[in-house]
Structure formats: C-alpha cells, structure tokens
C-alpha cells in the first residue's frame, strides 16, 4: 500500500549545529506539508528500540550511542510520492557522495553524522511515525 507520508529525524549533529531552521525551510520549499512534528531526545534505550532493525550489525552500538547523544526533531511529512522525493531531497547516506543541493550535502559532516533519518518505504515511515506520534498528535 502506498502512502503520501514519510517520517524523518533531524539527527543531534545537525541539531547541535543549528540548522533545524534551514533543514525545515528546505522540506517545506520542496513541497512537504508537516502533519506531525516535535523536538525531543531519545534515551539509549529508545534509541535502541527505533534502530532494533541494526541490532546485529557492527555499527548498532556507536549508532545509538550517537542517536540519545542530543536532541533530534522527529516529524511526519506529507507530499504526493513522499519517500523517494524525499530520499531525493535529503541525498546519499554519504554526503560526499550526496548530489550537490540536497540536505546531506549541504548540513552532513560524514556517513555516521549525516543530518538526517529518511524513512525508505511505506511501512517504516508508519512504523518510525508511530514510535515518535500518536493519532492525536497528527495534523
């Protein structure tokens, strides 16, 4: 089942860096509506949890350990075709690798610290919104 929505994080490096603002005008001038959206931290544990999908592999430690070591953004975006015209928007995990113009390769600083979460189909991005929202908290 397709869907129109998808599910972000703005993670602590960019957060720390203080591009919230520039990171949210960019979604919202490539078409995004945002139906859900809070600042908040995640905890080892929740961390944990969000990323349980990486658990076995090498990088799931320093993974969270960089997830609850700041604050984050989490929203649920809205847009005709949202996950790959966000995928687009926001570029290569690699922002050396990232197209020039897109959010990784303006706000990233390496592969672990890459700016931002983009949901890769539609059953994440209602799995990852569903961690972070209830119905109540969705425009």
Known sequence: MQTNRTFTMIKPDAVANGHIGAIIDQITKAGFKIVAMKYTSLSSEMAG??????????????????MSSGP????????????????????????QKAEVGTIRQKFAKSIDANAVHGSDSDENAQIEGNFFFSAFERA
């Open 49 to 66: 949890q969000f990323y349980d999908i990486h658990r076995e592999r090498p990088f799931f430690k320093d993974l969270v350990s960089f």
């Open 72 to 95: 984050i953004v989490a929203a649920i975006l809205e847009k005709d075709n949202a996950i790959e015209d966000f995928r687009k928007l926001i570029g290569a995990t690699d922002p």
